[in-house]
């Protein structure tokens, strides 16, 4: 493939850097091709980066750019060099893929599958330095070097397109190159041991942070939503002790309310009792008399 997928502008990642203090940059990506592109970003140091977005589907012939915060640092790297990779990877996808289409599996490098990974590296800036700053010193150290200088500085930009073609090379591939055909001021992205095999690909040296965020996501996301469902139930029972709690109030009261009526009805029965008794009790003494009187009359 003649034209690569895509092209990144700034090549590398510079962040201003302040102790405890966030700093963010963004990279633009712009794809050149009439295909659609998947692009996926890793890192080195997931831990103190944040990217988004960290995949996306860029549309042909347009630019779409990722921001990365670099997390707050409490000490400041040695001499201002930060050792941090980014490796950004893309592949051709069809039209209807989206955003949420986009898995591991996608840059996974099948045969006959087209991807180019490219790796970025990450410079801090100190708060006094600009990049106006920057440019008049390296025009005043070009104007005033010697010619020995001057050689050296091209022997620089020599050695720099050879790494940049290099690294071309070493992306496009599902390989490691050979070692004689790496330059010597080239980093290889990790060291490898005697006996060690060599890695197959780049991305072998990148963490894929985006899942681990993702997992964690939908880990905290699970939780939430068991703390939701548990904070339902807690109000449902509350809900259902405060019912429980006026009914047996409710009850307490009808009870003593019947008890009260039980005692009045069983005071009044008594009492009809003794009224309607105290009549034939009388009437069965006189009947009484009556008869012994009648004898003796007789």
């Known amino acids: 493939m003649g034209m690569r997928l895509l092209e990144i502008h700034p090549q590398e990642l510079k962040f201003v850097f302040e102790l405890n203090k966030h700093s963010s940059c963004s990279i633009q990506l712009t794809n050149n091709t009439l295909d659609h592109v998947a692009f996926k970003v890793k890192t080195t140091s997931p831990k103190n980066y944040f990217v988004r977005p960290k995949v996306g589907i860029i549309e042909p012939k347009s630019t779409r750019e990722f921001t990365v915060r670099m997390q707050a640092q409490e000490m400041a790297p040695p001499d201002m060099l930060c050792k941090d990779k980014f490796l950004i990877q893309s592949t051709v996808v069809s039209a209807d893929t989206t955003d949420e289409d986009i898995t591991s599996s996608l840059f996974a490098k099948d045969v006959g599958k087209y991807m180019e990974e490219k790796k970025l590296g990450v410079t801090l800036v100190s708060p006094s330095s600009s990049p106006i700053d920057e440019a008049l010193k390296e025009e005043f150290d070009v104007g005033v070097s010697e010619p020995n200088n001057l050689c050296t500085a ?59 965020d993702l997992d964690m996501i939908k880990q905290v996301e699970e939780l939430r939503l068991k703390l939701t469902e548990l904070e339902l139930k807690l109000c449902e029972a509350k809900v259902a002790i405060s019912k429980l709690k006026e009914e047996k109030r409710i009850s307490i009261q009808e009870t003593e309310f019947l008890q009260q009526n039980f005692s009045e009805l069983r005071k009044s029965e008594l009492i009809k009792r003794v009224q309607v008794g105290f009549p034939l009790l009388y009437l069965y003494m006189v009947a009484l008399i009556c008869t012994f009187l009648g004898r003796l009359l007789r």
């Not at 790494?163 to 080239?186: A, I, Q, R, W």
């Open 154 to 212: 091209v022997e620089k930009d020599l050695d720099r397109e050879t790494s940049n073609k290099s690294d071309e090379m070493f992306n496009v591939g599902d390989s490691l190159p050979p070692k004689s055909m790496v330059p010597d001021n080239v980093m290889e992205p990790r060291d490898v041991g005697k006996g060690e095999p060599e890695p197959a690909s780049l991305a072998d040296d990148f963490i894929e942070g985006d899942e681990e």
